[in-house]
């Protein structure tokens, strides 16, 4: 019996493929900055459609619906959600696009950060990163920050709504003011900001 073929890793994927996909390898390796303007992320602007139609939900008009948020990633009930609904808009945009999600989602904000920054379908970015370069913010990307300090393992986050200029951009979060879904201002200099994460669209293309 011959031996299976081995299969090829997302850079040989690419570099096989000739044409746009090698060039877009090339310059990925050559560079190790992230794809920030490189291949806009149709995953993203997917996650944020999910996201934008459930702004004013809250947990006085929606209960049942932040409740299936938490059971869906088997947090129990009257648990913190914005971890919860980031997961929940992220399976929205995979069932429209026909994938599977990129990661598994938490209730935990800092369990999904780590599942963000080990996903082969996103590249995260620090706070310190951004910060020096505020022009890698787009719409899409997910947001998290620290609650309680950076030790306390608690945090917040949302999805990238807009750029607003000056280190200035908004999101679109659960569980904020008055327990809802709701688009919020805020600042790259906040000292509480941990970073981003802008999916790939390896998510699209097939490549686990």
Request: net charge positive; hydrophobic share 50%; glycine share 12%.
């Amino acid at each position: 019996m011959l031996p299976r073929p081995k299969r090829p890793t997302r850079t040989e994927w690419l570099l096989g493929g000739g044409g746009a996909a090698a060039a877009l390898a090339l310059v990925l390796l050559a560079s190790r900055a992230g794809p920030h303007n490189l291949l806009p992320s149709k995953f993203g602007l997917a996650v944020l459609s999910a996201a934008k139609k459930q702004v004013g939900l809250s947990e006085d008009n929606g209960d049942a619906a932040v409740n299936a948020m938490l059971a869906a990633v088997g947090a129990p009930a009257e648990s913190d959600w914005c971890a919860a609904a980031v997961a929940s808009w992220v399976r929205q945009a995979a069932s429209a696009l026909g994938v599977a999600p990129p990661i598994a989602g938490s209730a935990s904000v800092m369990t999904t950060v780590a599942q963000l920054r080990a996903s082969p379908k996103a590249f995260w970015y620090s706070a310190d990163a951004l910060q020096a370069s505020p022009g890698l913010v787009s719409a899409g990307m997910v947001v998290a920050w620290s609650r309680g300090g950076a030790s306390s393992g608690l945090g917040h986050m949302g999805v990238v709504s807009s750029t607003q200029g000056g280190g200035r951009f908004t999101s679109v979060e659960g569980n904020a003011q008055g327990q809802a879904v709701v688009q919020n201002s805020h600042d790259l200099s906040a000292p509480s900001l941990l970073g981003m994460a802008q999916f790939l669209d390896w998510t699209i293309w097939g490549l686990s």
